[in-house]
T-cell receptor, first 113, second 113 residues
Framework: GPKVLQIPSHQIIDMGQMVTLNCDPV?????FYWYKQILGQQMEFLVN????????KSKLFKDQFSVERPDGSYFTLKIQPTALEDSAVYFC???????????FGPGTRLLVL | QQKVQQSPESLIVPEGGMASLNCTSS?????YFWWYRQHSGKSPKMLM?????GEKEEGRFTVHLNKASLHTSLHIRDSQPSDSALYLC?????????????FGSGTQLTVMP
C-alpha cells in the first residue's frame, strides 16, 4: 500500500535543543498530519496542514512547535526548544483528501534528556 | 472527557473465535469512524472505515455503525494469532471540521493459539 516515510527513526537530544522531524508523505497526497503517542498512552492529534497552511492545531501544539513543507520537500515538525515532556513517538500521516484514509509513517521515537 | 470511548480495554479470544470491539463518540458532529490496527512498536494501519448507518464486511472483518447513538463496533471472525494487536477506533469531523482523527484508548486483542 501507500507508504509514508519518516526520518530519523530515533532521536535522542538534550532538553533545550532544537529537533526537526522529517516526513516524506505519499506522493500525490495533499493533506498532512502530525500525531503524538506517549508510550502506553493514547494517540493524540497535533496539527494538520493543507495547501501550505496549518488547518488546525490542538492544545498539545505548543508555541515551540512549527510545521512547514517547502515545495517538493519533506513535511517537517520542528520543536525549539525541546522539553522533557516532548519525549514520545511522533507519527506523520497523509491523505489524498480530507475524508480519505490517513496513511501513517513508522514514527520517530524522540527522547529528550 | 474523552470524545471517543472504546471497550473493552483488553480482550482474549481463542484462535478461530469471534472478537467484538466497541466504540462510541460523544461528539454529535462526527461524520466518519475509522478502525486502525497497531502492532506493538509499529504504526497504525487502517482496517475499515464507515460513515453510513448499517454494516460493512471485508473478509473476516465486519463493522457496524449506528449514527443515532454514534456507536460503532468491529467484529473479527475466525480470529488468528496474527490479529493480536491494539485496535484503535478514531472519529473525524468534516468538511466543517479539519478531518483530524480523534482516537480512543484502544482495545488490546490477544488471540490464543
Amino acid at each position: 500500500g501507500p507508504k509514508v516515510l519518516q526520518i530519523p527513526s530515533h532521536q535522542i537530544i538534550d532538553m533545550g535543543q532544537m529537533v526537526t522531524l522529517n516526513c516524506d508523505p505519499v506522493s500525490n497526497h495533499l493533506y498532512f498530519y502530525w500525531y503524538k503517542q506517549i508510550l502506553g498512552q493514547q494517540m493524540e492529534f497535533l496539527v494538520n496542514f493543507y495547501n501550505g497552511k496549518v488547518m488546525e492545531k490542538s492544545k498539545l501544539f505548543k508555541d515551540q512547535f512549527s510545521v512547514e513543507r517547502p515545495d517538493g520537500s519533506y513535511f517537517t515538525l520542528k520543536i525549539q526548544p525541546t522539553a522533557l515532556e516532548d519525549s514520545a513517538v511522533y507519527f506523520c500521516a497523509s491523505s489524498s483528501a480530507g475524508q480519505d484514509t490517513q496513511y501513517f509513517g513508522p514514527g520517530t521515537r524522540l527522547l529528550v534528556l | 472527557q474523552q470524545k471517543v470511548q472504546q471497550s473493552p480495554e483488553s480482550l482474549i479470544v481463542p484462535e478461530g473465535g469471534m472478537a467484538s470491539l466497541n466504540c462510541t463518540s460523544s461528539d454529535r458532529n462526527v461524520d466518519y469512524f475509522w478502525w486502525y490496527r497497531q502492532h506493538s512498536g509499529k504504526s497504525p494501519k487502517m482496517l475499515m472505515s464507515i460513515f453510513s448507518n448499517g454494516e460493512k464486511e471485508e473478509g473476516r472483518f465486519t463493522v457496524h455503525l449506528n449514527k443515532a447513538s454514534l456507536h460503532t463496533s468491529l467484529h473479527i471472525r475466525d480470529s488468528q494469532p496474527s490479529d493480536s494487536a491494539l485496535y484503535l477506533c478514531a472519529a473525524s469531523i468534516g468538511p466543517s471540521g479539519s478531518w483530524q482523527l480523534i482516537f480512543g484508548s484502544g482495545t488490546q486483542l490477544t488471540v490464543m493459539p
